[in-house]
């Protein structure tokens, strides 16, 4: 069983937020939209509801906050190649991608925000 649901994000503007999320989700394994009413749901493979989602909606007084959102990707190489792929959907590089030895040994991670200044990262490590 996933344990594993969804999660609901706030941001200002959907047309500033839309076209950088359909990238990312996408290439994180999000392919399968749900879009109604004032939420953009991206899902992963499977049958819902056992499959997780990120649904996001617009709210124009949302404030972001140190809290951020992580996705373990299976290689270094994939932290880099979806660095790429984040800095040209208009995400803002925070740090990274490099190795943070203070963290783990093999923590390899992209910090990064969206459009609206929510907190992401990509990650891969092995210990």
Do not use: C
């Amino acid at each position: 069983m996933n344990p594993f649901s969804h999660i609901d994000v706030r941001v200002k503007s959907l047309e500033r937020a839309l076209p950088f999320y359909s990238v990312v989700l996408s290439a994180l394994g999000f392919k399968r939209t749900f879009h109604s009413g004032g939420w953009n749901v991206f899902a992963g493979d499977g049958d819902l509801p056992s499959v997780p989602y990120f649904a996001i909606t617009e709210d124009p007084e949302h404030q972001p906050n140190k809290n951020r959102i992580a996705f373990w990707l299976p290689s270094r190489e994939e932290v880099d190649r979806l660095s790429i792929l984040i800095r040209g959907a208009g995400g803002n590089i925070t740090a990274g991608p490099k190795l943070f030895p203070e963290i783990s040994s093999s923590y390899y991670a992209l910090y990064f925000e969206d459009p609206s200044g929510n907190r992401l990262e990509l990650v891969h490590r092995t210990d």
